[in-house]
């Protein structure tokens, strides 16, 4: 079974500079989380899709992340303009339903904002 | 927001000898989900505790879910080098599953 695909798997922008990240969850899996982790924490939660719907995104900077996931498959995280802060670790994880099961962790982005 | 605080942030062992990983919550959790993640990689789950005093073992590693359901543990037995990473804990309540900040564990051999 393929895991939780990501790409790119590292990006350099400059502050104030746009970025997009993708995602392909493991096929049938109706949940799909984004992430974001900074170097010694632990993963903090930016969006939960269930399907096509959003279920979570309490935690989303909404003034400069976005994300979608239009066919209920994958989907994209967007970061515009971006901060020097917003440098981390993007990951997606996926599950087969929101409750009670284990999240499948893809190999995440690398963003560095300079 | 609601917090999973985890314990120590760090932990130095010589190979062999034993570790433990803590996890406490204010409030109480439906389950609790534990992860490792090595140098460089990803989170993979290791194990999901549901009800109160539910222990779980796996080879060396033994979890614990307090009567409670507010905090947790994770043993380890005579650490190997393939135990180094860090190790999280993540807290289900109604609002979502909350991570903690994860336990960083090297092995000196």
């Known amino acids: 079974e393929a895991g939780v695909a990501q790409s790119p798997r590292y990006k350099i922008i400059e502050k104030r500079q746009s970025v997009a990240f993708w995602c392909n969850p493991i096929?049938?899996?109706?949940?799909l989380y984004w992430y974001q982790q900074i170097l010694g924490q632990g993963p903090k939660l930016l969006i939960q899709?269930?399907?096509?719907?959003?279920?979570?995104d309490s935690q989303l900077p909404k003034d400069r992340f976005s994300a979608e996931r239009l066919k209920g498959v994958d989907s994209t995280l967007k970061i515009q303009p971006a901060k020097l802060e917003d440098s981390a670790v993007y990951l997606c994880?996926?599950?087969?339903?929101?409750?009670?099961?284990?999240?499948?962790f893809g190999p995440g982005t690398r963003l560095t904002v300079t | 927001g609601q917090q999973v605080m985890q314990i120590p942030q760090y932990q130095h062992v010589q190979e062999g000898e034993d570790f433990t990983t803590y996890c406490n919550s204010s409030t109480t959790l439906s389950n609790i989900q534990w992860y490792k993640q090595r140098p460089g990689g990803h989170p993979v789950f290791l194990i999901q505790?549901?009800?109160?005093?539910e222990v779980k073992k796996q080879k060396r590693l033994t979890f614990q879910f307090g009567e409670a359901k507010k905090n947790s543990s994770l043993h380890i037995t005579a650490t190997q080098t393939t135990d180094v990473g860090t190790y999280f804990c993540?807290?289900?309540?109604?609002?979502?599953?909350?991570f903690g900040k994860g336990t960083h564990l090297i092995i000196q051999p």
């Open positions: 994880a996926s599950s087969p339903d929101s409750f009670a099961y284990e999240q499948y």
């Open positions: 505790l549901v009800k109160s005093g």
């Open positions: 096929s049938g899996h109706a949940t």
């Open positions: 993540a807290g289900r309540r109604a609002d979502g599953l909350t």
């Open positions: 899709f269930q399907n096509n719907g959003v279920v979570d």
